[in-house]
């Protein structure tokens, strides 16, 4: 089909691409602390929150996009691990707090620096000026993107 222009199939399937292949880096890094993405994501969205380190089930699930259903056997396995822990609400006795436990903090922690250290190690090829153009267009695409979902 000569008349199609296909320039935006390349640029899509390049960032579908990139992204494969950083998921791998990503992944390799956080395996090495005996993590998947998923326990990461949550290990560090919990320490994201400050101290005490604890949030809702569903401030949890709602930041991470995942379901209900989803979050409850997350924290399950997180729980089982030793990484979290479960307590009750005191604004809320039918509910309970997830919150980081000692050893789940340390883990994390050391975790999140090595993943950013890696994150550093895969862009830097591109330069300072490189990264912060890729940054700008990046965002004036997730913005479009955004508005369109909402619409």
Request: glycine content about 8%; hydrophobic content about 45%.
């Amino acid at each position: 089909m000569p008349a199609l222009d296909v320039g935006p199939m390349g640029v899509i399937g390049r960032l579908k691409r990139c992204a494969a292949l950083m998921g791998r880096r990503l992944d390799a890094t956080f395996e090495e602390f005996g993590l998947s993405n998923w326990e990461f994501d949550v290990l560090a969205t919990l320490r994201r929150s400050g101290a005490p380190h604890q949030l809702a089930p569903t401030a949890l699930f709602s930041q991470l996009m995942v379901t209900s259903g989803t979050m409850t056997h997350r924290l399950q396995r997180l729980e089982a691990q030793g990484w979290v822990s479960r307590a009750p609400n005191p604004a809320d006795a039918r509910s309970l707090l997830v919150q980081l436990s000692p050893a789940g903090r340390e883990l994390i922690e050391r975790a999140v620096t090595a993943h950013v250290e890696n994150e550093k190690n895969i862009i830097a090829p591109l330069g300072a000026e490189g990264t912060a153009e890729l940054d700008a267009q990046l965002r004036k695409l997730l913005a479009m993107l955004e508005a369109m979902q909402e619409s």
